[in-house]
T-cell receptor
Framework: DAGITQSPRHKVTETGTPVTLRCHQT?????MYWYRQDPGHGLRLIHY???????DKGEVSDGYSVSRSKTEDFLLTLESATSSQTSVYFC????????????FGPGTRLTVT | AQSVTQLGSHVSVSEGALVLLRCNYS??????LFWYVQYPNQGLQLLLK??????LVKGINGFEAEFKKSETSFHLTKPSAHMSDAAEYFC?????????????FGKGTLLTVNP
């Protein structure tokens, strides 16, 4: 299995509070991604990173920000959590082998009350 | 932009029966295609991938998929379902011509296997 961990694995927070989720990899892969998974929507890309301090928006980036100060860590921040951000969040990584495959972490279940 | 359509959000089969999960894609360039499996409360696991080599791709756990360019399809099959195959399956297509290795995922198909 790819060395990807996510923390916390579960979190309950209140509307309006900031929340930071962490993704950590030990594979030294260049690309990292944050997705959210919701019933009936599959996986939707929030933000991604193509190198240290290089990030870009995905299709559902509103209300989220990211940072990557080291190759191994990719942080997702909900600036002011809302109930619509209750979801399961997955981090993924990809190398530069040219075949596009991504490897996923175990996920973080976030509930915003 | 590329897109993926998985026909059938829920497929139910009997143990020992053929499994067929459908995936159609749209892409302006020859794509890379993937199937992932997700067991309850886990992350996604790569099942198999098509990267422009053989059109019939074999994956883990006895699954295989065939790339058909004329039909823009990449259906997943397994000759004989096992109870342990019960999971959600996602088809994904690579970003057309992109350099950031992004994937677009279908909405998933939940496979139920009945004894």
């Amino acid at each position: 299995d790819a060395g990807i961990t996510q923390s916390p694995r579960h979190k309950v927070t209140e509307t309006g509070t900031p929340v930071t989720l962490r993704c950590h990899q030990t594979e030294n892969h260049r690309y990292m991604y944050w997705y959210r998974q919701d019933p009936g929507h599959g996986l939707r890309l929030i933000h991604y990173s193509y190198g240290v301090k290089d990030t870009d928006k995905g299709e559902v980036s509103d209300g989220y920000s990211v940072s990557r100060s080291k190759t191994e860590d990719f942080l997702l921040t909900l600036e002011s959590a809302t109930s619509s951000q209750t979801s399961v969040y997955f981090c993924a990584i990809s190398g530069t082998g040219g075949s596009y495959e991504q490897y996923f972490g175990p996920g973080t279940r976030l509930t915003v009350t | 932009a590329q897109s993926v359509t998985q026909l059938g959000s829920h497929v139910s089969v009997s143990e020992g029966a053929l499994v067929l999960l459908r995936c159609n894609y749209s892409s302006s360039v020859p794509p890379y295609l993937f199937w992932y499996v997700q067991y309850p409360n886990q992350g996604l696991q790569l099942l198999l991938k098509y990267t422009s080599a053989a059109t019939l791709v074999k994956g883990i756990n006895g699954f295989e998929a065939e790339f058909k360019k004329s039909e823009t399809s990449f259906h997943l099959t397994k000759p004989s379902a096992h109870m342990s195959d019960a999971a959600e399956y996602f088809c994904a297509v690579s970003d057309s011509g992109g350099s950031n290795y992004k994937l677009t995922f279908g909405k998933g198909t939940l496979l139920t296997v009945n004894p």
